[in-house]
């Protein structure tokens, strides 16, 4: 069964300091693969998302996610973290043959210290 | 404004007392899914539907039913909750799941004594 992993429940970054939050899947098929983002008490909003087009992907608020085949990995960066991406962070992916369902990572909980 | 909105926000209940939490979308999306909130564990599916009388389970189903007898709407039930399903509880919505951009709601979080 396809698997999301995610390295860390819990990520301190300096402000001003590179944010990396490592993302996994497991798949026999190349998937496609979605970073959402959900700040306190609020819903998840989709920051970036691949579906096969170029390996670095770029979102919103300055975070990149590059696709990396041979490492089946999603890696999430921003070059210089801010007080406001303090949030949750969860991988996503879905099978190309699936339409029916989206298997989430277990999140990340990124602080940001000023 | 594009929303997917669920209520009751905030709710808590006691064992074996009915309860629906209702969500709604304006953006005219086939699919439409509930997921599960619990610390370390992610968000998992409870049921989702393909488009208007088309509903599936997801990974955690037991204990919840649902409904999708109109485009927009796509209830929650809980028949008869038990403390093991006080959690957050996300409805989210998509036109085009398996590349689209999943919508949320705000979740609703049921406590259940």
């Known amino acids: 069964a396809q698997s999301v992993t995610q390295l860390g429940s819990h990520v301190s970054v300096s402000e001003g300091a590179l944010v990396l939050l490592r993302c996994n899947y497991s798949?026999?098929?190349?998937?496609?693969l979605f970073w959402y983002v959900q700040y306190p008490n609020q819903g998840l909003q989709l920051l970036l998302k691949?579906?096969?087009?170029?390996?670095l992907v770029k979102g919103i608020n300055g975070f990149e996610a590059e696709f990396k085949k041979s490492e089946t990995s999603f890696h999430l960066t921003k070059p210089s973290a801010h007080m406001s991406d303090a949030a949750e962070y969860f991988c996503?992916?879905?099978?190309?043959?699936?339409?029916?369902?989206?298997?989430f990572g277990p999140g990340t909980s990124l602080s940001v210290i000023p | 404004e594009a929303q997917v909105t669920q209520n009751p926000r905030y709710l808590i209940t006691v064992t074996g007392k009915k309860l629906t939490v209702t969500c709604s979308q304006n953006m005219n999306h086939e699919y439409m899914s509930w997921y599960r909130q619990d610390p370390g564990l992610g968000l998992r599916q409870i049921y989702y539907?393909?488009?208007?009388?088309?509903?599936d389970k997801g990974d955690v189903p037991e204990g919840y039913k649902v409904s999708r007898k109109e485009k927009r709407n796509f209830p929650l039930i809980l028949e008869s909750p038990s403390p093991n399903q006080t959690s957050l509880y996300f409805c989210?919505?998509?036109?085009?799941?398996?590349?689209?951009?999943?919508?949320f709601g705000e979740g609703s979080r049921l406590t259940v004594l």
């Open positions: 798949s026999s098929v190349p998937p496609y």
């Open positions: 989210a919505s998509s036109q085009r799941v398996n590349t689209g951009e999943l919508f």
């Open positions: 539907s393909m488009n208007v009388e088309v509903t």
């Open positions: 691949y579906t096969s087009a170029a390996t």
């Open positions: 996503a992916v879905t099978e190309k043959t699936s339409y029916d369902k989206v298997i």
